[in-house]
């Protein structure tokens, strides 16, 4: 029952990590490549932005150029991520991984992919405007790409592994009263210790306000590194 229980600069090119998992998404596949891929995109980011502040360009930042090119990133990389969970989620449910979806997942990911370049870009933009306006060196500006990528890869991991994981349930398991169950991370520093063990229906949030760790409802401080992860079962009938 519910309850306690050197990278090129334009188009996708950085992504060259996601299209070789393509064909190795039936297996779990962490965060390492998509924060290599991230990295390599906020070195040439930066070194476009401080390469047109240096020209006193008006047009210094291109955020929709950015979106375009960083969603085209993160697409593939949250495709191979969610598939590979959710096909080894069913597996150990005893479900048959081929009969998950991947096709009924694409608009979802795509509008994921969309909504994070264009809220990681946005605090670029910020972070380099405020130094402008009060006349600091841009060059100190997120000037760590490897602990930003870091940070970034592994906030969408453990969103998006939580969300395919009950994606499973309400995909193969629709008739079965699935529950969803909050697995706190143990980390020392886990700010959702207190979360472990919360099952609740699969349609209904945890009394966070969460569909599940990850969920950007939680902002900023309850999403950023977090580990948790989550668990389905079947309901009691």
Not at 46 to 62: C, M, N, T, V, Y
Not at 137 to 166: M, N
Request: proline residues 5%; charged residues 25%; aromatic residues 6%.
């Amino acid at each position: 029952a519910p309850g306690k229980h050197t990278p090129e600069r334009n188009g996708a090119a950085h992504g060259r990590h996601a299209d070789d998992r393509e064909a190795k998404s039936t297996e779990w596949i962490g965060d390492a490549e998509m924060q290599e891929d991230l990295a390599a995109f906020f070195a040439a980011q930066r070194e476009s932005i401080l390469a047109k502040l240096g020209q006193k360009g008006p047009a210094w930042f291109d955020q929709k150029h950015w979106n375009r090119e960083l969603s085209a990133i993160l697409t593939p990389h949250l495709t191979a991520i969610s598939t590979g969970t959710a096909r080894r989620v069913a597996g150990a449910k005893g479900l048959n991984p081929a009969d998950y979806s991947v096709a009924r997942t694409e608009k979802f990911l795509k509008a994921v992919a969309d909504s994070r370049a264009d809220l990681i870009n946005a605090t670029t933009r910020d972070h380099y405007q405020n130094a402008l306006d009060n006349d600091s060196d841009p060059e100190h500006v997120l000037e760590d790409t490897e602990s930003r990528s870091k940070t970034v890869s592994g906030t969408l991991t453990t969103f998006i592994t939580a969300w395919a994981t009950v994606e499973v349930a309400k995909q193969l398991m629709p008739d079965k009263r699935p529950t969803k169950t909050w697995l706190a991370s143990g980390l020392p520093n886990s700010r959702h210790a207190d979360m472990d063990g919360e099952t609740v229906p699969i349609d209904e949030k945890f009394s966070n306000g969460a569909n599940w760790p990850g969920d950007p409802v939680l902002g900023a401080e309850g999403v950023s590194n977090c580990g948790c992860g989550v668990e389905i079962s079947e309901g009691e009938s």
